[in-house]
């Protein structure tokens, strides 16, 4: 049932990000909005107002310019919104499965002509107060967003990014495209040749999910003559079929402002804005016109069937594990008919008894089906999806899925299912509010801007909302959803059934096909080549290790510490009593949404009966009660509550290795439905019926699938989760409750479900009785004052009903001592952790806060991204405790070789006063980042709970802004102790990990055959 809430929020959110509609409600901050001056069709430094229009959903004023010179368009949305943001997006479809497009995301951010260092995206990551800073590329789009609350930081960031747009080095460094793209490396005439690069590493991480390799091959057979059959990314087969010279000509081609456009949001002084662009870069160049139109497919005559696999260990078992999928290409749809065929897909498969999920649960065609509607290219796109099901199933699969849909039509849907519209109708409700409540709305009003320009659309349109809704809302009667089905789908011929299947050993064939390749590869060079070849390798390894000048560095803006806010942002905390509970207000405007959180104390279960905690908080909402079968409170959850969650966890005690576990409850709902939220919780904790046999079963082997279906993609959590349980007793419990130990567990009770299912129930009804006691209970409510009174009759009432029962306090002790594992999942790259435990007095959080940025931004980006290939590395210092990590690594050892040197680093560190007041910056930065009001209150509670002092936070501050070069030359030696006595834990291909065999106490498959 959670997963059916997660899918409702999921359709709105889809909605709001690709097709443009935001519900919206005034705010008060954005009274005021629209003082600006200017009018339409006139000039502005360069730039024609072509358009101005004040949108009263969102209290903003959206003009539309134009250059005159360079043809670039540039939308600039206006408000009172202090998190300003800067966008420039190009389009680029894709010819091909290289990934150039991504590659030259990448490689453009190395380097321009007014900013000649190698990493200029680096350095303003690393010193300035930037909210946001990042580069994606899209289907058929490439953009690079970045956003400050500081509009001085905001100009420097969108310097930087113009400049390297427009710009870049590449074209007199071609090391730029080895480096982010991919290269040959060979490092002696015996060893063996290897392909590295960022992107290429990058995008082998991505295909080791089945889920990426799935939708790929719906693309593809719904638009096999379009660009969107392609990989935008890059299929990592294929990248390295690119040249330096094809990639040169593709930015050629695009990265001009004719063929651009910009973005702007906030409060800014938009025409010191426009002077700045148009004087320092879209004066310089003329139009152009640049083809980048994109061929529509001709629908297909009948249903398409194509196959695909994903890979599987060797020997593994592949039964039920099979993805089958039908789907529709959706051409020349209305708006409104959009957003009905979002909902359409929570209508068909939404619960266990929407008509198509009960049907194919009942004919056991997988275990778990969804549909849904993607907007992401310029064909939206409906898919119906089962998960671990078998090829044979695919004629049944199809035949079911038709006639369910033909009898929809022609008898309709039944009463249940028309019902749920009042449960979507209750989401979007709360999904707006928290929206436009957003700290990061103005990333969700960008989206739907650069969306309008990019197919030709009127962004006014999109964010004009209500009158959309309304239109959509006077269709959805009579029949309207059945004519949905009979119109796009049923009589769609565009149609496609994809089978994925699993192979087994198709990784480490794969493996073995490239290294093969690139055997035979060697042997067609010369000696002569071959020298050439270790050459380059050895030229790239230089160019990457060789600092930038001094001059070069600073040519980069920055700001001064006068700029930076030396004062906390508290969020206020009321203590309160209710029925002798603790409760803890957080007074924050919160847009009319109640957000509460209620803390049980679950340090009362015992040891052997952890693993049934965690599979409590999975079960939870999603089982019987004594009023409700879990379908009818299903129902009932999402027509009065916006989320209701349960989650086992635990609050490390502040300056303390000891730690408290919890059951955290969140429920959020209109605070005119809390009252019903909480009668619908007492519902559950107390009245939940866990003999449901079947859908208990069901759920068991879901979360097992999922697991497993996931562990490609996992390996940083599996890492990352096993390092901390080397080091601390807190690490050992939350490890326990969440990692491989508890999908053990899951595979024990599938594998012997009948024989300990009344085990299993009597364990649940146990630990939930434990639980879900007044002892030690915290609560905390986030909203207004107003709201507040509501909550507190609600609570009152619903606290009485709260079992008051004392148990005694359990002391864990888990003997689970092994350390230095190597953990083997279906990936073609590792995830690496290294984790060990600070023996010092050295305890300033601020300036270990000033560390990590230069370890991370510094030595860890530079050794394990740029050279190493890496798409990322970091470190975590936590007083104690520091865990180094990296991700989608082609490397093992060499990683946790250069995690070992990393004192040596900092022993040596050296830095003049303009570099360590930019990381002072950086790390300033960090700790101003916007975050939402539900969020805020979350932070506040892990204060109270942890015992953190708020004076904490103030001197986190003054020790950021008095850390100096010798704090870092200090914690050198600290970090060196601590090497000397770390562990490591590595999840990864099995190739790599058995190479490396001598470095593991023990080597593990995740899944067992």
């Given at each position: 049932?959670?997963?059916?809430?997660?899918?409702?929020?999921?359709?709105?959110?889809?909605?709001?990000?690709?097709?443009?509609?935001?519900?919206?409600?005034?705010?008060?901050?954005?009274?005021?909005?629209?003082?600006?001056?200017?009018?339409?069709?006139?000039?502005?430094?360069?730039?024609?107002?072509?358009?101005?229009?004040?949108?009263?959903?969102?209290?903003?004023?959206?003009?539309?310019?134009?250059?005159?010179?360079?043809?670039?368009?540039?939308?600039?949305?206006?408000?009172?919104?202090?998190?300003?943001?800067?966008?420039?997006?190009?389009?680029?479809?894709?010819?091909?499965?290289?990934?150039?497009?991504?590659?030259?995301?990448?490689?453009?951010?190395?380097?321009?002509?007014?900013?000649?260092?190698?990493?200029?995206?680096?350095?303003?990551?690393?010193?300035?107060?930037?909210?946001?800073?990042?580069?994606?590329?899209?289907?058929?789009?490439?953009?690079?967003?970045?956003?400050?609350?500081?509009?001085?930081?905001?100009?420097?960031?969108?310097?930087?990014?113009?400049?390297?747009?427009?710009?870049?080095?590449?074209?007199?460094?071609?090391?730029?495209?080895?480096?982010?793209?991919?290269?040959?490396?060979?490092?002696?005439?015996?060893?063996?040749?290897?392909?590295?690069?960022?992107?290429?590493?990058?995008?082998?991480?991505?295909?080791?999910?089945?889920?990426?390799?799935?939708?790929?091959?719906?693309?593809?057979?719904?638009?096999?003559?379009?660009?969107?059959?392609?990989?935008?990314?890059?299929?990592?087969?294929?990248?390295?079929?690119?040249?330096?010279?094809?990639?040169?000509?593709?930015?050629?081609?695009?990265?001009?402002?004719?063929?651009?456009?910009?973005?702007?949001?906030?409060?800014?002084?938009?025409?010191?804005?426009?002077?700045?662009?148009?004087?320092?870069?879209?004066?310089?160049?003329?139009?152009?016109?640049?083809?980048?139109?994109?061929?529509?497919?001709?629908?297909?005559?009948?249903?398409?069937?194509?196959?695909?696999?994903?890979?599987?260990?060797?020997?593994?078992d592949i039964k039920n594990k099979t993805y089958l999928s039908l789907n529709y290409a959706i051409n020349n749809i209305s708006d409104e008919d959009s957003i009905g065929m979002n909902i359409l897909s929570y209508l068909l498969t939404g619960s266990d008894y929407s008509p198509l999920k009960k049907?194919?649960?009942?004919?056991?065609?997988?275990?778990?089906?969804?549909?849904?509607?993607?907007?992401?290219?310029?064909?939206?796109?409906?898919?119906?999806?089962?998960?671990?099901?078998?090829?044979?199933?695919?004629?049944?699969?199809?035949?079911?899925?038709?006639?369910?849909?033909?009898?929809?039509?022609?008898?309709?849907?039944?009463?249940?299912?028309?019902?749920?519209?009042?449960?979507?109708?209750?989401?979007?409700?709360?999904?707006?509010?928290?929206?436009?409540?957003?700290?990061?709305?103005?990333?969700?009003?960008?989206?739907?801007?650069?969306?309008?320009?990019?197919?030709?659309?009127?962004?006014?349109?999109?964010?004009?909302?209500?009158?959309?809704?309304?239109?959509?809302?006077?269709?959805?009667?009579?029949?309207?959803?059945?004519?949905?089905?009979?119109?796009?789908?049923?009589?769609?011929?565009?149609?496609?059934?994809?089978?994925?299947?699993?192979?087994?050993?198709?990784?480490?064939?794969?493996?073995?096909?490239?290294?093969?390749?690139?055997?035979?590869?060697?042997?067609?060079?010369?000696?002569?080549?071959?020298?050439?070849?270790?050459?380059?390798?050895?030229?790239?390894?230089?160019?990457?290790?060789?600092?930038?000048?001094?001059?070069?560095?600073?040519?980069?803006?920055?700001?001064?510490?006068?700029?930076?806010?030396?004062?906390?942002?508290?969020?206020?905390?009321?203590?309160?009593?209710?029925?002798?509970?603790?409760?803890?207000?957080?007074?924050?405007?919160?847009?009319?949404?109640?957000?509460?959180?209620?803390?049980?104390?679950?340090?009362?279960?015992?040891?052997?009966?952890?693993?049934?905690?965690?599979?409590?908080?999975?079960?939870?909402?999603?089982?019987?009660?004594?009023?409700?079968?879990?379908?009818?409170?299903?129902?009932?959850?999402?027509?009065?509550?916006?989320?209701?969650?349960?989650?086992?966890?635990?609050?490390?005690?502040?300056?303390?290795?000891?730690?408290?576990?919890?059951?955290?409850?969140?429920?959020?709902?209109?605070?005119?439905?809390?009252?019903?939220?909480?009668?619908?919780?007492?519902?559950?904790?107390?009245?939940?019926?866990?003999?449901?046999?079947?859908?208990?079963?069901?759920?068991?082997?879901?979360?097992?699938?999922?697991?497993?279906?996931?562990?490609?993609?996992?390996?940083?959590?599996?890492?990352?989760?096993?390092?901390?349980?080397?080091?601390?007793?807190?690490?050992?419990?939350?490890?326990?409750?969440?990692?491989?130990?508890?999908?053990?567990?899951?595979?024990?009770?599938?594998?012997?479900?009948?024989?300990?299912?009344?085990?299993?129930?009597?364990?649940?009804?146990?630990?939930?009785?434990?639980v879900f006691n007044k002892d030690n209970l915290l609560v905390s409510y986030t909203g207004d004052k107003k709201g507040y009174s509501k909550f507190e009759e609600a609570f009152s009432s619903f606290s009485n009903k709260i079992r008051d029962e004392k148990y005694p306090v359990q002391t864990y002790?888990?003997?689970?001592?092994?350390?230095?594992?190597?953990?083997?999942?279906?990936?073609?790259?590792?995830?690496?952790?290294?984790?060990?435990?600070?023996?010092?007095?050295?305890?300033?959080?601020?300036?270990?806060?000033?560390?990590?940025?230069?370890?991370?931004?510094?030595?860890?980006?530079?050794?394990?991204?740029?050279?190493?290939?890496?798409?990322?590395?970091?470190?975590?210092?936590?007083?104690?405790?520091?865990?180094?990590?990296?991700?989608?690594?082609?490397?093992?050892?060499?990683?946790?070789?250069?995690?070992?040197?990393?004192?040596?680093?900092?022993?040596?560190?050296?830095?003049?006063?303009?570099?360590?007041?930019?990381?002072?910056?950086?790390?300033?930065?960090?700790?101003?980042?916007?975050?939402?009001?539900?969020?805020?209150?979350?932070?506040?509670?892990?204060?109270?709970?942890?015992?953190?002092?708020?004076?904490?936070?103030?001197?986190?501050?003054?020790?950021?802004?008095?850390?100096?070069?010798?704090?870092?030359?200090?914690?050198?030696?600290?970090?060196?102790?601590?090497?000397?006595?770390?562990?490591?834990?590595?999840?990864?291909?099995?190739?790599?990990?058995?190479?490396?065999?001598?470095?593991?106490?023990?080597?593990?498959?995740?899944?067992?055959?």
């Open positions: 049932m959670k997963k059916y809430l997660k899918s409702i929020i999921s359709i709105l959110i889809l909605t709001l990000f690709l097709n443009g509609f935001l519900f919206g409600i005034q705010i008060p901050v954005y009274a005021d909005s629209v003082n600006t001056q200017l009018v339409e069709n006139k000039i502005y430094n360069g730039f024609e107002l072509k358009s101005k229009k004040y949108i009263e959903d969102i209290q903003s004023t959206l003009m539309e310019f134009e250059h005159i010179k360079s043809g670039a368009k540039l939308y600039y949305l206006q408000n009172n919104d202090d998190n300003k943001r800067f966008s420039i997006t190009f389009r680029t479809p894709p010819k091909d499965n290289t990934g150039v497009n991504h590659i030259i995301e990448h490689s453009v951010l190395c380097g321009s002509k007014n900013y000649p260092v190698k990493d200029p995206f680096l350095l303003m990551k690393k010193q300035s107060l930037q909210t946001f800073l990042n580069a994606m590329t899209g289907p058929d789009y490439t953009t690079y967003p970045v956003a400050s609350k500081n509009e001085k930081d905001l100009e420097n960031l969108m310097s930087v990014y113009l400049d390297a747009v427009f710009y870049p080095n590449i074209y007199n460094n071609p090391k730029i495209f080895k480096q982010e793209g991919w290269h040959y490396e060979l490092n002696s005439p015996d060893s063996e040749i290897k392909i590295n690069g960022i992107v290429y590493n990058e995008m082998k991480g991505r295909y080791s999910s089945p889920y990426r390799i799935l939708f790929k091959e719906i693309t593809n057979s719904l638009y096999p003559d379009t660009i969107y059959k392609f990989e935008s990314g890059g299929n990592p087969n294929e990248i390295p079929n690119l040249t330096y010279e094809q990639f040169l000509k593709t930015h050629k081609k695009y990265y001009v402002p004719s063929n651009c456009c910009i973005f702007l949001y906030g409060n800014l002084d938009i025409e010191k804005t426009l002077k700045f662009i148009d004087e320092k870069y879209l004066s310089k160049f003329d139009r152009k016109k640049v083809d980048t139109s994109i061929k529509k497919q001709k629908p297909l005559s009948k249903r398409k069937v194509q196959l695909g696999y994903y890979p599987v260990p060797k020997n593994s049907e194919l649960l009942k004919n056991n065609i997988g275990l778990d089906s969804s549909a849904m509607y993607d907007f992401s290219y310029m064909h939206p796109t409906f898919s119906i999806l089962v998960e671990n099901a078998n090829e044979q199933d695919k004629e049944k699969f199809e035949k079911i899925v038709d006639d369910t849909l033909r009898k929809i039509v022609k008898e309709g849907f039944d009463e249940q299912s028309k019902n749920k519209l009042d449960s979507i109708f209750n989401s979007y409700e709360i999904s707006k509010r928290t929206l436009t409540n957003s700290a990061f709305k103005g990333q969700i009003y960008e989206n739907i801007v650069v969306n309008a320009w990019l197919y030709n659309q009127d962004a006014v349109k999109y964010l004009k909302i209500d009158s959309n809704f309304k239109n959509f809302k006077k269709k959805i009667s009579e029949r309207y959803f059945e004519n949905l089905i009979e119109k796009y789908l049923l009589n769609n011929k565009h149609s496609s059934l994809v089978i994925l299947n699993p192979k087994q050993g198709l990784e480490e064939e794969n493996i073995l096909n490239l290294r093969k390749k690139l055997a035979e590869y060697k042997s067609t060079l010369s000696n002569k080549e071959i020298d050439k070849l270790i050459k380059e390798t050895q030229e790239l390894k230089k160019w990457q290790e060789t600092p930038d000048s001094k001059e070069a560095i600073n040519s980069i803006p920055t700001l001064s510490l006068s700029d930076l806010n030396t004062k906390v942002d508290n969020v206020e905390t009321i203590e309160k009593n209710k029925n002798g509970i603790k409760v803890l207000l957080h007074p924050v405007f919160t847009n009319d949404i109640a957000y509460v959180k209620m803390y049980f104390d679950t340090s009362k279960v015992p040891q052997d009966k952890l693993l049934y905690l965690e599979l409590l908080s999975i079960v939870l909402g999603d089982m019987d009660t004594d009023k409700h079968n879990y379908m009818e409170l299903e129902d009932e959850i999402n027509r009065y509550l916006g989320g209701i969650s349960f989650k086992a966890t635990t609050f490390g005690k502040y300056n303390s290795d000891k730690y408290e576990p919890k059951m955290i409850v969140g429920i959020s709902s209109l605070n005119d439905k809390i009252y019903k939220s909480f009668e619908i919780l007492d519902e559950i904790i107390n009245h939940t019926k866990f003999t449901n046999k079947d859908h208990l079963k069901e759920i068991i082997q879901m979360e097992r699938a999922s697991f497993e279906n996931n562990i490609g993609s996992a390996g940083m959590g599996i890492a990352i989760s096993r390092a901390k349980s080397y080091i601390s007793d807190e690490g050992k419990y939350n490890d326990y409750l969440n990692n491989i130990d508890f999908y053990k567990f899951m595979c024990d009770l599938d594998d012997n479900f009948d024989k300990k299912y009344d085990e299993i129930v009597k364990n649940l009804e146990y630990v939930n009785k434990l002790n888990f003997n689970n001592n092994s350390k230095n594992e190597g953990f083997i999942i279906p990936s073609k790259v590792q995830y690496i952790t290294k984790v060990g435990k600070i023996e010092s007095d050295f305890k300033e959080s601020g300036k270990l806060m000033v560390i990590k940025s230069i370890l991370d931004n510094n030595y860890l980006w530079q050794e394990v991204r740029v050279k190493g290939g890496a798409y990322g590395g970091g470190v975590s210092i936590r007083n104690n405790s520091v865990m180094f990590v990296s991700w989608e690594d082609p490397n093992l050892k060499e990683t946790l070789n250069i995690f070992d040197k990393s004192f040596e680093y900092l022993k040596n560190f050296n830095a003049d006063e303009r570099e360590m007041t930019n990381f002072i910056i950086g790390t300033m930065g960090s700790l101003d980042y916007p975050i939402d009001p539900a969020d805020k209150g979350a932070m506040a509670d892990s204060m109270y709970i942890t015992q953190t002092p708020l004076e904490e936070l103030q001197r986190i501050r003054k020790e950021v802004l008095s850390t100096t070069v010798e704090d870092v030359r200090n914690y050198g030696s600290i970090l060196e102790k601590m090497l000397k006595d770390s562990y490591h834990c590595v999840a990864g291909s099995k190739d790599k990990i058995e190479k490396n065999k001598d470095i593991f106490d023990s080597i593990k498959n995740v899944v067992e055959n």
